[in-house]
């Protein structure tokens, strides 16, 4: 019930494309659900985050749907970039203070010319 | 921009030594994380801390690990007795308290060679 399913796996778009990448969750009680951008070698990065009370989020090219009734939300990258070509992890968690992120297995993202 | 800092970037030890690492979180933030993740596999949470004490951890947190605040700045994360796996990237986190979920902010990582 902790698990955060990611799909797909792997993903190559080509330059102004809009990847999708798609996650699921069981655990009724997350309430706060981060996407995270990571380099190879480097930390995750924040990149965009959403809690239930909105059905989606944007900032810049970066939007997150959320469907509470189907426990799913989604991650999508307008005109996307070779610069934007990295792995990607959903989280969620309870929100509130100290409260530990779960991941998804994550979405390595090719974009190319 | 503030940002969280570890090391070393890399360790390589034997199995059975300790190993210390060490982390930087942002100066303003109250909560401390560690997670970690092995070679192409999703970052797990280890445990989080706050107020000089232990808030959670996981089933990963064993005896064998255990975190310290020794200071007004570092945090850190003690392996006693490293196993091969061990060999992991070790991320360190922080974040402050309030609404929002607690952003959490991630440090680049370290490397743990366990041979």
């Known amino acids: 019930q902790q698990q955060v399913k990611q799909s797909p796996q792997s993903l190559i778009v080509q330059k102004g494309g809009i990847p999708i990448i798609n996650c699921a969750y069981e655990n009724t009680a997350f309430d706060y659900f981060p996407w995270y951008q990571q380099f190879p070698g480097k930390g995750p990065a924040l990149l965009i985050a959403i809690r239930p009370d909105v059905s989606e989020k944007k900032e810049g090219r970066f939007t997150i749907s959320f469907n509470k009734s189907a426990k799913q939300f989604s991650l999508h990258i307008m005109d996307s970039q070779p610069g934007d070509s990295a792995t990607y992890f959903c989280a969620a968690s309870r929100g509130g203070t100290a409260s530990k992120l779960t991941f998804g297995t994550g979405t390595r993202l090719q974009v190319t010319l | 921009e503030p940002e969280v800092t570890q090391t070393p970037s890399h360790q390589v030890t034997q199995m059975g030594q300790e190993v210390i690492l060490r982390c930087v979180p942002i100066?303003?933030?109250?909560?401390f994380y560690w997670y970690r993740q092995i070679l192409g596999q999703k970052v797990e949470f280890l445990v989080s801390f706050y107020n000089n004490e232990i808030s959670e951890k996981s089933e990963i947190f064993d005896d064998q690990f255990s975190v310290e605040r020794p200071d007004g700045s570092n945090f850190t994360l003690k392996i006693r007795s490293t196993k091969l796996e061990d060999s992991a990237m070790y991320f360190c986190?922080?974040?402050?308290?309030?609404?929002?979920?607690?952003?959490?902010?991630f440090g680049p990582g370290t490397r743990l060679t366990v041979t």
């Open positions: 986190a922080s974040s402050i308290p309030g609404a929002g979920g607690g952003e959490q902010y």
């Open positions: 100066s303003n933030h109250l909560y």
